[in-house]
């Protein structure tokens, strides 16, 4: 039996980069879901883990706030992380609540980092270093130009 070729289909988006960055952020993310599954987490609990790591004391709405997330959907990824022991609130103000990990969550937020740099050197591993950081700082210019127009 002879194998039937197909030919490739022709992509009309290709040489646009939103759909290239969709592209590729739709992969990224299936990548780290599946990296993180391990630690019972996905990608969204894991940065709100470390965000809250790296701001100890921090409101649940100013976490929420600095990762462009609605209160509605933060207040159950807050939920979580509390009732599996890594994040505790304290009372930062004596009518608001500051969050802090517990050093169970602290313990796990290095574990994440971690499975987060592995998760980047595979991704971007076809990217020379001076590409990686070329990509990352154009990136981070159009992610502060689009959130400043909105």
Not at 10 to 20: C, D, N, R, T
Not at 136 to 150: C, G, H
């Amino acid at each position: 039996m002879s194998e039937i070729r197909e030919e490739a289909l022709v992509e009309p988006l290709e040489k646009f980069l939103g759909y290239q960055l969709r592209r590729v952020s739709a992969a990224s993310m299936a990548h780290l879901a599946n990296a993180l599954s391990a630690q019972n987490l996905s990608p969204t609990l894991g940065t709100v883990l470390l965000m809250i790591e790296a701001n100890p004391g921090a409101t649940q709405a100013r976490i929420g706030r600095a990762l462009a997330m609605q209160r509605a959907n933060i207040a159950p990824l807050i939920a979580r992380l509390e009732h599996d022991g890594l994040i505790a609130r304290k009372v930062s103000d004596g009518r608001s609540f500051g969050l802090a990990c517990t050093p169970k969550g602290e313990a796990l937020g290095q574990s994440v980092r971690q499975t987060m740099a592995d998760h980047e050197a595979e991704l971007f591993g076809a990217l020379t270093q001076n590409e990686q950081e070329q990509l990352l700082d154009l990136l981070i210019k159009m992610r502060r130009s689009v959130t400043a127009a909105s």
